[in-house]
C-alpha cells in the first residue's frame, strides 16, 4: 500500500514538471515571437524604424532628436503633425503610421529649411506684395468635415480680454474658412469650422524637460493658452484619420492650437499705437489655423507677407489677412 502511493506520487510530481516544462517552454516562445515586434517605449525617428505589431502601442512615443519635437504614435490607419513656430521660424514634425499598424512614414523632421530669422524691425514694405506673391506650400492633409472647435477662455493671459481674445480666434478661423483677404479675391473655399463655445479642457500640446510633444488624440479640437517653451510662440497639433474619400490627403478630424502665455505678451489691438513687444493673437491665430486646414509654409528664402510665411513677427497686423498664394492654396486644397 506504501509502495502504491508513493509511485502514485512520482506519477503525479512527473506529469507536474512535464506541464510546467510546457509552459515555459511556450511561453519562451511567445515572448521570442513578441519580442521583434513589441511596443516599444519611444521610437527615434533619425534611426532605423522597427517592425511594430498590431496593436496601438499607446505608450509609444515618436521623437525627432533634431527638433526635440515629439509625438504620440498613432493608431494603426492615422497620422499626427506638429509645428511649432517660434522667432526664428518653425519646427515641424509628422507621422502616419500604415493600415496594418507595422509600419510609420515620417515627414516634416526638424526645422524648417524654408525658415529664417525674422529680425524684429522687419519692414513688411521691402518684399513682394502680398497680392502678388503666389508662394504656398501643403501639409499633406486636409480637413474634408469640418473642424468643431472649442476655446478654454480661462486660460486667456492678463494683458488681454477674453471677449476680444474670443472674437480674435473665432476671426483667425473665419479668415480661412471664408477666405477674408487683402486682394479683394473671392471665396472660393469649401472649407468649414463650428465654434462650439467654451471649455475647459486644454490644447492637446505639452512641454515636459524641454521637449515638446503632442499627446494621444482625445476626439476634441481645442485653442487654449499654456507654456510651451522659451522662444516658441504657439504650437499646433493636427490629428488625421487615414487617407481621405478621395485617396489624396490625410484626413484631419482634430486639430489643438496652444498660444505660449508664460513667454510672450499678447494683444489683440497691435494696431493702436500702444504695442511695444507684443505679439498679435489673430496674426498667429489664423496662420496656425492655416496649418489645421492643411497650408504649410511656403518654400522661400525671402521674407514674405504672407499668413503662413514662416516666423513671428510683434506688433504687426498684416497676417490677419491672407494674401494671394494663401488663397490660391486653399483653392487648391478644397
Known amino acids: ?56 502601442c499607446a ?20 497620422g499626427v ?40 524691425d522687419f519692414d513688411p514694405n521691402g518684399v513682394p506684395p502680398a497680392c502678388e506673391d503666389d508662394r504656398r506650400a501643403f501639409l499633406g492633409s486636409k480637413v474634408y468635415d469640418s473642424i468643431d472647435y472649442r476655446i478654454n477662455l480661462e486660460t486667456t493671459p492678463g494683458e488681454i480680454t477674453k471677449a476680444t481674445t474670443q472674437d480674435a480666434i473665432v476671426d483667425s478661423f473665419n479668415r480661412i474658412t ?53 522662444g516658441a510662440l504657439a504650437a499646433t497639433c493636427n490629428y488625421s484619420a487615414g487617407l481621405g474619400p478621395d485617396g489624396q490627403y490625410q484626413n484631419t478630424v482634430e486639430s489643438d492650437i496652444e498660444f505660449n502665455r508664460q513667454d510672450f505678451e499678447w494683444t489683440n489691438a497691435p494696431f493702436n499705437g500702444e504695442c511695444s513687444n507684443d505679439h498679435d493673437v489673430e496674426s498667429v491665430g489664423t496662420h496656425e489655423v492655416g496649418h489645421t486646414f492643411g497650408l504649410w509654409h511656403p518654400t522661400t528664402t525671402q ?11 510683434s506688433c504687426t497686423e498684416f497676417k490677419q489677412t491672407l494674401g494671394l498664394g494663401d488663397v490660391l492654396g486653399l483653392e487648391d486644397l478644397y
Open 303 to 313: 521674407f514674405s507677407q504672407l499668413t503662413m510665411a514662416a516666423g513671428g513677427i
Open 81 to 120: 503633425y506638429m509645428e511649432v513656430l517660434t522667432m526664428e521660424g518653425p519646427e515641424e514634425f509628422g507621422v502616419v503610421r500604415s493600415e496594418d499598424g507595422k509600419d510609420i512614414e515620417v515627414d516634416h523632421e526638424g526645422a524648417d529649411a524654408a525658415a529664417e530669422p525674422v529680425a524684429q
Open 178 to 230: 471664408t477666405v477674408k483677404d487683402q486682394c479683394e479675391l473671392p471665396d472660393n473655399v469649401s472649407a468649414e469650422a463650428n465654434y462650439l463655445g467654451h471649455t475647459a479642457l486644454f490644447a492637446n500640446v505639452f512641454t515636459v524637460n524641454g521637449t515638446r510633444s503632442c499627446g494621444p488624440p482625445d476626439g476634441n479640437s481645442v485653442v487654449s493658452f499654456g507654456q510651451i517653451d522659451p
Open 1 to 56: 500500500m506504501i509502495n502504491i502511493t508513493i509511485n502514485r506520487a512520482r506519477v503525479w510530481l512527473g506529469v507536474t514538471v512535464a506541464i510546467a516544462v510546457m509552459v515555459l517552454v511556450a511561453l519562451f516562445a511567445m515572448s521570442a515571437d513578441a519580442a521583434p515586434g513589441s511596443c516599444p517605449s519611444k521610437i527615434d525617428a533619425s534611426e532605423t524604424l522597427p517592425d511594430l505589431p498590431t496593436a496601438d
Open 59 to 78: 505608450s509609444t512615443e515618436v521623437q525627432d532628436p533634431e527638433s526635440g519635437l515629439e509625438v504620440a504614435l498613432p493608431v494603426p490607419g492615422e
